[in-house]
């Protein structure tokens, strides 16, 4: 089988699980090879995500894994079968990796949590709040990697999944761009914030209590909690978390936040006030 050269986050994701799977039934590699009459290099090509499995190989690793989470097998099937070539593909070779892989596992999420402190989440900004984003990073993009990635980010908005954000004030003062981008960029927050799907929450900056929960973050929900993904931008690029110990610290970080941030009709109304002083 030919190796995959750049396995995706979703493909490595699925890798990983079935490398869980067999460390939790005290299973070394070479001994699920064996039960599965391949050979070591295999398993590890799947665990690594270098390689695909069928569905009828995963269902036999589960009977061997002795793993009885039922709904956890479908989902990994689901993710082992899936053939989908999503509208992100276009951009393959165009932009970094770490662009595609986040497309990907927003078109799969059941739900998606941003909390955001310095810039506004990518999928709630204007054309203009994106092309000043990029156009200030180091080193320097070229007017074509600019168009590429602001053309990506307004692609990613249209997927209409259930979105809750908490935004602190921070975010909404800072002009990215000059006052004209920074009043477009809070009206579409207004205008989005109306959407079914869209649940914004403002965090001003007198309220109490949010010291101990101001991070960053995108929560990508799955299809089973075990499953979850977050999203952190880091010195060194986009970093995928999935350990369950630093999830359920994300999970506890999204509702803390929450707990201190205004309600979605009292967050429109500062988000408004703002607007009127551009």
């Known amino acids: ?26 299973l070394t590699a070479t001994q699920a090879a064996a039960l599965l009459g391949a050979n070591r290099v295999q398993i590890t090509h799947i665990e690594s995500g270098l390689t695909g499995v069928s569905e009828q190989r995963l269902r036999r690793l589960k009977s061997h894994y002795a793993c009885t989470d039922e709904d956890l097998i479908e989902a990994l099937t689901s993710m082992a079968t899936d053939r989908t070539r999503g509208w992100w593909e276009e951009y393959r070779g165009l932009l970094p990796t770490p662009f595609l892989d986040l497309s990907e596992l927003e078109h799969h999420a059941t739900f998606l949590r941003d909390v955001a402190i310095l810039y506004v989440p990518g999928r709630l900004q204007t054309g203009d709040y994106a092309r000043a984003v990029f156009s200030s990073r180091l080193p320097r993009l070229t007017e074509e990697e600019i168009d590429l990635r602001v053309q990506h980010r307004l692609a990613r908005q249209e997927l209409a999944v259930p979105h809750d954000v908490v935004i602190h004030e921070a975010a909404l003062r800072i002009r990215v761009g000059d006052r004209k981008v920074a ?80 309600e979605p009709a009292r967050s429109r109304t500062f988000i408004h006030e703002l607007a009127k002083e551009l």
């Not at 995706?8 to 039934?25: F, H, I, Y």
């Not at 010291?211 to 931008?233: E, F, I, N, Q």
Request: avoid cysteine; proline fraction near 5%.
């Open 1 to 26: 089988m030919v190796l995959r050269r750049e396995p995706t986050a979703r493909q490595r994701r699925l890798g990983l699980e079935l490398r869980r799977l067999r460390e939790a039934a005290g």
């Open 183 to 262: 009043r477009g960029q809070l009206e579409k927050l207004l205008e989005r914030s109306e959407a079914d799907h869209v649940t914004l929450r403002v965090v001003p900056f007198d309220l109490d209590g949010f010291g101990k929960a101001s991070s960053t973050m995108t929560y990508a929900g799955g299809p089973m909690p075990r499953l979850d993904t977050v999203v952190r931008d880091a010195p060194h690029g986009v970093v995928f978390i999935d350990a369950e110990a630093q999830l359920s610290t994300y999970r506890t970080n999204f509702r803390m936040v929450t707990a201190v941030s205004l």
